[in-house]
Structures are given as C-alpha cells and as structure tokens.
C-alpha cells in the first residue's frame, strides 16, 4: 500500500506534488482538498485539478479533486510514503 503520485495543476500546467502529499500523509493528513495554498499555482486564473494515485491491496485508486469544490480525496491509513520504483504486479 503505497502513494504512486499526486499532480496538481490544469491541462500542460502540471505540478508534481507527490513528495508534499507524502510529507503531509506523513504528519497525519487524510483529506485532501485542491488549495493553492497547499500545493501552489501553476496557471493562475484557472481552475486546478488535484489527482492522486495509490495502491491499496494490490489495487491500484485514482481519485481528483476540482480547486473550491466541497468534495475531497480520503487516502486510508496504513500507505507507505517512500518513493517505490515498481508497482506491485508489475513487471520490473
């Protein structure tokens, strides 16, 4: 169970922000919402997308989130936060 990758942004304007999802995950955070204020802003005027991708029991989890939306993504307790170099099932 682990956390793939997280991008924030809007179409070509994409932040990776998977190492700040971690860090957060890591200081007890389990919701997320799509806030500048957490992950910046790569297209100013625009309305961005959070996308973050897991692992859990083998399965791989997508879930996005609009900015200003009330909606957000839950990620389960238990995932690992270091980077991985092979998804679990997948070839090396």
Known sequence: MSILSATFGVGHAQLDVTERVRSMYQKGVRLFEAKL??????????????????????????????????????????????????????PK
């Open 37 to 90: 204020s957490d992950f910046g802003d790569p297209a100013p005027y625009m309305v961005k997308t959070l996308v973050i991708v897991w692992i859990v029991d083998g399965k791989r989890k997508v879930s996005g989130v609009l900015e200003g939306a009330e909606k957000l993504i839950e990620l389960p307790d238990g995932l690992q936060t270091e980077a991985t170099t092979t998804t679990p099932g997948m």
